[in-house]
C-alpha cells in the first residue's frame, strides 16, 4: 500500500497548533515564535513534509510559472527544447509546468 504524503494538517497535529500556523511558518518564519519555529521545523523534517507550490502557482496572478506544451515526450528534439526552455527559466526563477498533446490537435486545442 503506498504511504500517504503528510498535509499540514498531520505537521499541526504533531506540533499541536493549527494548520494556519504552519503555513504562516512555511510563508514567512518570523511571523512565528522563534520556539515554535524549532518545533515546525522538526515535525517538517520528521514527517518528511514537501510542500505542494501547485496552489500557489495557481492562485496568484504574478505565479512565475510557464506553461509549455509539447507534441511529445519521448521525440529527444523535444527533450533538448525543454531542457533549454529549463535553463532560462530555473536562472530566473520561473517554475516550468509541462503537458504534451501526443500529435492530437483536438488535445492541442483542449490544453
Known amino acids: 500500500m503506498k504511504k500517504k504524503r503528510p498535509v499540514l494538517q498531520d505537521v499541526a497535529d504533531r506540533v499541536g497548533v493549527t494548520k494556519m500556523t504552519v503555513s504562516r511558518f512555511l510563508r514567512n518564519p518570523e511571523q512565528v515564535s522563534v520556539a515554535l519555529r524549532g518545533k515546525i ?3 517538517l523534517d520528521e514527517l518528511g513534509y ?4 501547485a496552489p500557489d502557482i495557481l492562485s496568484n496572478a504574478t505565479s512565475r510559472a510557464i506553461g509549455v506544451l509539447l507534441p511529445s515526450l519521448t ?5 533538448e527544447v525543454l531542457r533549454g526552455i529549463e535553463s532560462v527559466t530555473d536562472a530566473h526563477g520561473y517554475q516550468t509546468m509541462l503537458a504534451h498533446y501526443g500529435y492530437k490537435p483536438e488535445m492541442e486545442q483542449e490544453r
Open 41 to 43: 521545523a522538526a515535525a
Open 50 to 53: 514537501i510542500p505542494n507550490r
Open 75 to 79: 521525440n529527444q528534439v523535444f527533450a
